[in-house]
């Protein structure tokens, strides 16, 4: 018989019950802001306010999004089934583009939000841009939200180099509340945001340097953290990437993605969600291309052998067919055009090691819910081969 220790057991429900009424406040808060400035629009007296309800509900929506994938990255990278994946991508303007969001909060606060690049970085680089800029993102997100007056600052500076690979610092440093020596050993732990005022003032998970010190460790970095109470924080940290050729630079430079390349692109898109079909309708209407929607896979199945398409977009979970099922359908005709036609997947989560095998075995890509209209164009452009 194996002897329970009691205490151990009581102190665990007590953390559990401490995480999940931490999770509980976290998510009805923004929540409660969605729903209440929903009900406002509706109201007659709301158009004088209209702008300002709108960037309300965005950035509120935005900072649930963000909570959701703390919450799921955390959970991935403590089951081990978080991935590298490495492809050249420009590591300036990625980030640039990552550390768009966090200019209206700084602004709202009155903080000045500086970038600066090394001149001597490449144009592109090799490694796993979505988990670098979520490294920024949640470095900076962090800075600001701790910073009342002054500044944050990001600074990227080439530190190594080889024929092969090169070693890349990025600093990102504020003039916030600071953190206590004796704290420095804690911020990295899940869940935890320093003394008891400081949760209850700046609120939040504490989730995300947990995050952002597992995912250093992923690429094979390091991070370092110096900070003074009252004079700020400065998180330096270092990763490696590979390098790009010369001419496989200059041609992914002239290819960049130029949405005109899409107008005229026959596009299938597979999705049951109303909200969901008007969204991505919309942004295909925008960049002009030819598209078509069905509601379920044998609808998709239908019109993929009546017509020729250059991208199908398919939802996984539909009704009548799913999408695994139709895209399974799909590669088993017998005509070559339908093993080699491009189908990216919709799909909120990935989670266990089956679905991901299955999606890179019959998938020719995939794309996360919520997804940017950028990541959708950029895929669309990459495999309608344009």
Excluded at 3 to 27: A, C, G, P, T, W
Excluded at 156 to 185: A, C, H
Excluded at 186 to 202: M, P, V
């Amino acid at each position: 018989m194996v002897k329970v220790n009691s205490k151990q057991v009581k102190e665990s429900d007590d953390r559990y019950l401490e995480i999940f009424s931490i999770l509980s406040h976290e998510v009805r808060t923004p929540l409660n802001a969605i729903i209440g400035i929903s009900d406002l629009l509706q109201k007659e007296e709301s158009d004088p306010y209209r702008e300002e309800y709108y960037r309300i509900l965005k950035t509120t929506s935005e900072n649930l999004l963000e909570l959701v994938n703390n919450i799921l990255d955390f959970s991935k990278l403590n089951s081990g089934v978080l991935e590298v994946n490495r492809r050249s991508f420009d590591i300036r303007q990625k980030i640039k583009d990552s550390l768009h969001s966090q200019k209206p909060a700084a602004r709202a606060k009155g903080l000045a939000f500086n970038l600066h690049f090394d001149p001597n970085l490449p144009p592109l680089v090799i490694g796993d841009q979505v988990k670098v800029a979520q490294i920024f993102i949640n470095l900076v997100s962090n800075s600001v939200k701790f910073t009342n007056e002054g500044k944050v600052e990001v600074v990227l500076e080439l530190k190594e180099e080889n024929l092969t690979s090169i070693v890349i610092e990025g600093r990102v440093s504020d003039t916030g509340i600071g953190i206590p020596s004796y704290q420095l050993d804690k911020i990295f732990d899940a869940f935890h945001q320093g003394e008891e005022d400081i949760n209850i003032t700046y609120a939040g998970t504490g989730l995300g340097l947990n995050i952002t010190k597992q995912l250093i460790k992923m690429l094979k970095g390091s991070l370092q953290v110096e900070s003074e109470p009252g004079k700020g924080t400065c998180f330096t940290f270092k990763l490696p990437f590979g390098k790009v050729d010369e001419s496989e630079q200059i041609e992914q430079k002239i290819s960049e993605f130029d949405l005109s390349r899409l107008r005229g692109r026959k596009i299938l898109l597979a999705e049951d969600n109303k909200v969901n079909q008007l969204v991505i309708s919309r942004y295909l209407q925008l960049w002009k291309t030819d598209f078509t929607i069905v509601e379920n896979g044998k609808e998709a199945l239908e019109e993929i052998i009546n017509s020729d398409f250059d991208v199908v977009l398919m939802d996984i979970h539909m009704p009548v067919m799913n999408g695994m099922e139709a895209v399974e359908r799909l590669r088993s005709f017998a005509e070559p055009k339908y093993h080699s036609l491009p189908v990216i997947a919709l799909t909120a989560a990935v989670d266990d090691a089956g679905s991901r095998n299955f999606l890179f075995s019959r998938f020719t890509d995939f794309l996360m819910k919520p997804f940017e209209a950028q990541k959708l164009s950029e895929l669309l452009i990459v495999h309608c081969n344009v």
